[in-house]
């Protein structure tokens, strides 16, 4: 997680603060802190967070940990990263939990161990915190830390991808592309594909133009198709540029114009 993610997971403290967890005078320190990182002012971020991420509060010390991790106004640490992560997550806060789950599956900070990842990302999962869903449902998916279960797996990716969570929604998606861990369904799979492209997630975006590609579970339409391929190799998918020029080889010029046009005009859709 970065840029975006950091934004969000402060943002959604400052909703917490203005609820009346600590009252408005932190409410305000929050939004202060939020506005400073957005703006990349990570020196005054971190002037505002160590403080209170020194005195015990859990959502600061997730934030700083986060911070180390990127080296975002202070020098990259993944080790200073986990020590805050981990005095944040034994206080029970979701958003650490899930990040330092994401320490032990990486081996960033800590020796890698899938299943210290996967208690981690339970803890975080069972409060609702949708990427600690999506990182539970791809340990199920690929045997990692637990044994390999499509149907937990499916659970998991469910639940995130309900919540909006892009890479969720495109792990759902995949799911049902395969039947694995649900019936093979391709109209669900462009449902959960097309949901997930819409945010921007280049590996839906790919999947989506596969579909359009080859008419499974939407009408065949390579000009679709081509718009999504163009999209996932802008976002960085090394194969949705290869298939982009598949598509483009079956197509006239008038078809290739109006699929760029498509293209540049499109916009992702923010989930709530």
């Known amino acids: 997680m970065e840029g975006g993610a950091m934004r ?10 203005a609820l009346g967890y600590s009252g408005p ?37 997730s934030a700083l940990g986060f911070m180390y991790t990127n080296g975002r106004g202070v020098p990259k640490d993944d080790v200073q990263a986990v020590k805050w992560y981990r005095l944040s997550a034994e206080k029970g806060y979701a958003a650490a939990q899930a990040l330092l789950g994401a320490s032990y599956s990486t081996g960033r900070g800590v020796p890698k161990d899938d299943v210290q990842a996967v208690k981690w990302y339970r803890l975080a999962a069972e409060k609702g915190y949708a990427a ?7 340990s199920y998916a690929n045997g990692r830390g637990v044994p390999k279960d499509d149907v937990q797996a499916v659970k998991w990716f469910r639940l995130a991808a309900e919540q909006g969570y892009a890479v969720a929604q495109s792990n759902l998606g995949a799911s049902y592309a395969n039947g694995q861990g649900v019936p ?43 718009m999504w391929a163009n999209l996932g190799a802008a976002g960085g998918h090394e194969d949705a540029r290869e298939n982009r020029e598949e598509y483009a080889a079956k197509m006239t010029p008038t078809q290739i114009a109006e699929a760029q046009k498509l293209s540049r005009e499109w916009k992702p859709t923010l989930a709530q």
């Open 132 to 138: 600690a869903q999506n990182d539970l449902g791809a």
């Open 184 to 226: 093979k369904d391709d109209v669900q799979a462009v449902k959960w594909f097309r949901l997930s492209a819409e945010q921007g997630n280049a590996v839906a975006q790919f999947n989506l133009g596969v579909f359009y590609a080859n008419g499974r579970g939407v009408p065949k339409d390579y000009v679709l198709a081509y």
């Open 25 to 61: 005078v932190m409410a305000g320190v929050w939004e202060d802190i939020t506005a400073a990182y957005t703006r990349s002012d990570y020196a005054t971020a971190l002037r505002l967070l160590r403080p209170l991420a020194e005195q015990g509060n859990a959502a600061a010390q």
């Open 8 to 17: 969000n997971l402060l943002r959604a403290t400052v909703m917490v603060v």
